[in-house]
């Protein structure tokens, strides 16, 4: 069975730092547009962060620029999201999600209805 499995969630404290993981489990994502979303209570669902099948030229949100980065292993197994500098408004549910067909941009401004495979979410709680 194909999917995505998320890790790496947790407690982060204010200027901290977590990494998040996104492995794929049945396929690879040599063809795939990964892009990380979160949302907190109450809120909408938003991208955060994607990276092309090409690797090339990854996106973030302006919320997160310069704090966040986004990698995939030469597996093209599993994407990572590297979280540093964390604030209290980083506090949310993280899901990645995989949308398929080559590509050498991405976008973070995309409609969640485009995407083939979801992970089951990580809750990250960022608080001192």
């Known amino acids: 069975q194909s999917q995505l499995v998320e890790s790496g969630g947790g407690l982060g404290q204010p200027g901290g730092s977590l990494r998040l993981s996104c492995a794929a489990s049945g396929f690879t994502l040599d063809y795939y547009t990964i892009v990380w979303f979160r949302q907190a209570p109450g809120k909408e669902r938003e991208g955060v962060s994607c990276?092309?099948?090409?690797?090339?030229?990854?996106a973030y949100a302006d919320s997160v620029k310069g704090r966040f980065t986004i990698s995939r292993d030469n597996a093209k197994t599993t994407v990572y999201l590297q979280m540093n500098s964390l604030k209290s408004e980083d506090t949310a549910v993280y899901y990645c999600?995989?949308?398929?067909?080559?590509?050498?941009?991405?976008?973070?401004?995309?409609?969640?209805?485009?995407?083939?495979?979801w992970g089951q979410g990580t809750q990250v709680t960022v608080s001192s």
């Open positions: 990276i092309s099948s090409s690797g090339d030229k990854p």
């Open positions: 999600a995989a949308r398929a067909g080559y590509s050498l941009r991405c976008s973070v401004h995309v409609s969640t209805s485009e995407f083939h495979y």
